[in-house]
């Protein structure tokens, strides 16, 4: 394992996981260039996983111009998963944020944030940022946050539990800042040489979360409707058994996460419970080849029958709705008109009704 590298005076890293990425690569880049006064504070860690492509050539040039600010790690490939976990272990940030290379960051969010997790969000484990979704394929965007009530705040599990059409969208990697001690303390390695290490990044870590600070400023820029992206549907049905096998990691975890509160265990079924959800999604609507989508289905509910049977109950009525979808042949427009109609039921806390309303989409 890379020994850890102590943290300094910086206030927050950004690790920058990077694969074949020369053509995305100076955007992401060109959008952490702030003032001399926040290039201080500021770490960017660019972790190249094997690229053959001029891309880590590019991040030099990046090196040269800013060499207190910018770093370049280059690795043998080992996934998305493997270039994280050596960007938490080599950063000096108080904070850590993950930037995928093909995406980028709002430059005046950024100066903002640096700002907030200096001083207001200091003793924060978690800090939850707002972001925005580009989609290439039709110019749409759309802003995602908590609300501008709930902006500047804090909070706890509990909160996020009793609120959870407010707060899950900005529990993801795109959502995400963690406290770098915080996170080091629990010792985690992401599942490498797989494809949906960030279910584990959004469900684990974040279980065990006691302080979590809300901002409403957009940090993140969101790249998505490429086909080579892990969401794709083409991807999904393609890598089905990665997104198993994180799933079961993910699920080792609590036997041995112990000492989680209650309200982290909550979480984490809630959390996990979406991603199994979206594991039948996949194998029962999205996946062309039906047969085979189906008994992948089949496969993984009996082996989470018996090994989380909680987790198996909280996701059986989801697994037989779409398993109706999927006879008499709705499409995926069909399944996300029903998980809207869902989400705005506004389920919160141990599956009681929350008192606020949600304002997800």
């Given at each position: 394992m890379t020994e850890k590298v102590e943290v300094s005076g910086k206030v927050l890293t950004i690790i920058i996981p990077m694969y074949q990425s020369e053509s995305f690569i100076k955007k992401c880049l060109d959008s952490m260039v702030l003032g001399r006064t926040d290039l201080e504070k500021l770490e960017v860690l660019v972790v190249n996983d094997g690229s053959k492509d001029c891309s880590a050539a590019l991040v030099?040039?990046?090196v040269y111009r800013y060499p207190d600010t910018v770093r370049l790690i280059n690795k043998e490939n080992g996934g998305h998963g493997s270039a994280v976990n050596r960007g938490i272990s080599q950063c000096r940030g108080r904070f850590f944020k993950v930037v995928d290379a093909d995406d980028w960051v709002c430059t005046q969010g950024l100066a903002k944030i640096l700002q907030t997790l200096e001083h207001q969000a200091g003793r924060a484990d978690v800090v939850l940022a707002a972001y925005r979704m580009h989609d290439i394929r039709d110019g749409n965007m759309e802003m995602v946050s908590c609300g501008r009530d709930a902006a500047g705040t804090?909070?706890?599990?509990?909160g996020v539990l009793q609120d959870w059409g407010r707060y899950?969208?900005?529990l993801t990697l795109h959502g995400l800042i963690y406290q770098t001690e915080f996170y080091r303390t629990q010792d985690l390695q992401l599942p490498e040489h797989v494809y949906y290490d960030d279910a584990y990044f959004d469900v684990v870590p974040a279980a065990h979360a006691r302080r979590i600070y809300v901002s409403d400023t957009v940090l993140?820029?969101?790249r998505i409707g490429d086909e080579n992206q892990s969401i794709s549907r083409r991807n999904r049905e393609t890598r089905l058994g990665e997104l198993e096998?994180?799933?079961f990691q993910i699920c080792e975890t609590l036997e041995e996460g112990q000492t989680l509160s209650e309200a982290g265990k909550c979480y984490w079924y809630r959390r996990t419970a979406s991603f199994v959800a979206d594991y039948y999604a996949t194998a029962l609507i999205r996946a062309e080849n039906r047969r085979r989508g189906r008994m992948a289905a089949r496969a993984f509910s009996n082996r989470l029958k018996q090994e989380n049977r909680k987790l198996w109950r909280m996701s059986r009525?989801?697994?037989?709705?779409?398993?109706?979808?999927h006879v008499i042949r709705l499409k995926?427009?069909?399944l996300q008109a029903l998980f809207r109609i869902r989400e705005r039921a506004g389920f919160g806390y141990r599956g009681k009704k929350s008192s606020r309303k949600s304002n997800s989409r």
């Open positions: 030099q040039e990046y804090w909070t706890g599990l509990c899950r969208r900005l993140y820029e969101y096998n994180v799933l009525l989801k697994y037989f709705v779409l398993f109706f979808m995926e427009e069909h």
